[in-house]
């Protein structure tokens, strides 16, 4: 199938750009990503993504950035949900249902996305965060996803992010560190 996946970094998608490729499908990276804090972050997070599309030889599709209007759509009165609350689930929504519009516009056949091959996502609220039938649940975790991504981002010198991406998830990673 035409797969677009949804990437949200270069370390992430190393794992599941290769996996989509033995399955037999044709992929196409979309990095669509407006919960970054910065556009400096998003522009740091895009360069290691084109990376791994230019190593892998497949195409990456950049959306715009605009996080006023992540922070309206998804985080006014969720500044203070824990990480994996519903905060997240809803940014989970807002960036499937901008690759799943993207994919229909654009004649794909199916998009799936690299946020389940983090530890700290749970697959299952991602799996429920879109009810679009092209929607690929690919469980990217499974087979040592996670292990594979942090192998091949070293591999191509990829950089690898400290926090998940919104300022909120800043506070999070300050708490995890003390
Ligand atoms: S912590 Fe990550 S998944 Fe949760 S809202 Fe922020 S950017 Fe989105």
């Not at 979309?30 to 400096?40: E, G, L």
């Not at 996080?67 to 006014?76: C, E, G, N, S, T």
Request: proline share 3%; charged share 30%.
């Amino acid at each position: 199938m035409n797969v677009l996946l949804h990437s949200c970094c270069g370390p992430c998608a190393s794992a599941c750009v290769p996996r989509l490729k033995e399955e037999g499908h044709d992929v196409t990276m979309f990095y669509s990503n407006s919960n970054i804090d910065t556009r400096a972050e998003f522009e740091k997070r895009l360069e290691a993504a084109q990376t791994l599309a230019a190593a892998e030889g497949v195409t990456l599709v950049a959306d715009d950035y605009d996080h006023a209007a992540w922070l309206r759509a998804v985080a006014d009165g969720y500044e203070n949900e824990p990480e994996k609350g519903r905060r997240c689930e809803r940014c989970y929504r807002y960036n499937l249902a901008r690759t799943a519009a993207y994919a229909a516009a654009h004649g794909f056949e199916a998009f799936t996305t690299s946020l389940t091959v983090s530890p700290h996502k749970p697959s299952a609220k991602i799996f429920a965060s879109s009810e679009d039938p092209t929607f690929l649940r690919e469980d990217f975790k499974k087979r040592e996803g996670f292990k594979l991504s942090v192998r091949r981002a070293g591999e191509l010198g990829l950089y690898r992010q400290t926090y998940c991406g919104c300022e909120f998830s800043k506070r999070t990673s300050r708490e995890e560190a003390t």
